[in-house]
Nanobody, 126 residues
Framework: QVQLVESGGGLVQAGGSLRLSCAAS????????MGWFRQVPGKEREFVAR????????NYANSVRGRFTISGDNAKNTVSLRMNSLKPEDTAVYYC???????????????????WGQGTQVTVSS
């Protein structure tokens, strides 16, 4: 069984930075892409960013483009999210996700991902 484990969440002031990390553990696992979503209570899980290993393409939600940077290591099944210029509206539980197959234009949908981490809280104070 494969598990995704996130780390790096916490409390930060607006304008500050945080770095989230995610690592896969367990049986040998090969992913097509890994990414990050976030969710606040009462709202749907929202796409943040993802990276595809074969093409090295990174996609971002419009709300975070230019502020967040996703990176990772396919061989190690690790992915990180560097978050700069954080805003109070970035407050959420952030989830790491992995997909084992291409998802075309549906990469921003939670259903395109096969594995999920348990989530890590990010709180940005104003």
């Amino acid at each position: 069984q494969v598990q995704l484990v996130e780390s790096g969440g916490g409390l930060v002031q607006a304008g500050g930075s945080l770095r989230l990390s995610c690592a896969a553990s367990g049986r040998t696992f090969s992913s097509y892409a890994m990414g990050w979503f976030r969710q606040v209570p009462g709202k749907e899980r929202e796409f943040v960013a993802r990276i595809t290993w074969s093409a090295g393409i990174a996609n971002y939600a419009n709300s975070v483009r230019g502020r967040f940077t996703i990176s990772g290591d396919n061989a190690k099944n690790t992915v990180s999210l560097r978050m700069n210029s954080l805003k109070p509206e970035d407050t959420a539980v952030y989830y790491c996700a992995a997909s084992e197959r291409p998802s075309g234009t549906y990469y921003s949908r939670p259903g395109a991902y096969d594995l999920w981490g348990q989530g890590t809280q990010v709180t940005v104070s104003s």
